[in-house]
Nanobody, 122 residues
Framework: QVQLVESGGGSVQTGGSLRLSCAVS????????MGWFRQAPGKGRELVAG????????YYGDSVKGRFTISRDNAKNTVDLLMNSLEPDDTAVYYC???????????????WGQGTQVTVSS
């Protein structure tokens, strides 16, 4: 069984930064693609950023390009999401996910964390 635990959420003002971290246990972390998703109230879950098992390729949603950075440490079994220049529209519950296959496909992700709240105030 794979377990994912997110940390680092919180409240910040517009223009601020947060770093989310996800610790993965239970299986061979380095075999998985990893993604950060978010879900705002009344909206569907969207892929914010994804990263291949090696870390050599990354994907970012259009709304976060240039502001967010995803990274992974296969020795520590962690994946981080550094979020800069945060905006009120970034307010959501952020989820870490692990899986296999295409990074940009929702169905690639079989394992999910419990989510962490990020709130950006204007």
């Amino acid at each position: 069984q794979v377990q994912l635990v997110e940390s680092g959420g919180g409240s910040v003002q517009t223009g601020g930064s947060l770093r989310l971290s996800c610790a993965v246990s239970g299986r061979t972390f380095r075999n998985y693609i990893m993604g950060w998703f978010r879900q705002a109230p009344g909206k569907g879950r969207e892929l914010v950023a994804g990263i291949t098992w090696s870390g050599g390729n990354t994907y970012y949603g259009d709304s976060v390009k240039g502001r967010f950075t995803i990274s992974r440490d296969n020795a520590k079994n962690t994946v981080d999401l550094l979020m800069n220049s945060l905006e009120p529209d970034d307010t959501a519950v952020y989820y870490c996910a692990a899986g296999s296959g295409v990074v940009t496909w929702y169905k690639s992700y079989a394992y999910w964390g419990q989510g962490t709240q990020v709130t950006v105030s204007s």
